[in-house]
């Protein structure tokens, strides 16, 4: 059974620092296109980072580009979100799933198989 499991979430305070993890069970992550969502209470679910099956193409939403980071690590079948300089407006549910393999913001439509999310908040 394929299966996408988040971790990570947590209350930071402005400018602080988390890193949220998705690994996978019933399949491999190597060379699986992978994307990071987020849905904030009251708005609609929204793309933030994506990476393509070769791990050449990294896209990130404009909100986050020099915050975020997105990666692979294939020993542990797990993608991760580094999210450093956290703001009050990255407060949200986040989410990881499988994407299309395409470069750009096309890398987030039709996503699949999603985790059930890892709660994101950042506070004073």
């Known amino acids: 059974q394929v299966q996408l499991v988040e971790s990570g979430g947590d209350l930071v305070q402005p400018g602080g620092s988390l890193r949220l993890s998705c690994v996978a069970s019933?399949?491999?992550?190597?060379?699986?296109?992978i994307g990071w969502f987020r849905q904030a209470p009251g708005k609609e679910r929204e793309g933030v980072a994506c990476?393509?099956?070769?791990?050449?193409?990294?896209y990130y939403e404009k909100s986050v580009r020099g915050r975020f980071t997105i990666s692979r690590d294939n020993a542990k079948n797990t993608v991760y979100l580094q999210m450093n300089s956290l703001k009050p407006e990255d407060t949200a549910v986040y989410y990881c799933?499988?994407?299309?393999?395409?470069?750009?913001?096309?890398?987030?439509?039709?996503?699949?198989?999603w985790g059930q999310g890892t709660q994101v908040t950042v506070s004073s």
């Open positions: 990476i393509t099956s070769r791990d050449d193409g990294l």
């Open positions: 799933a499988i994407v299309p393999d395409y470069s750009g913001s096309y890398c987030f439509l039709g996503a699949e198989s």
């Open positions: 019933g399949f491999t992550l190597e060379r699986t296109p």
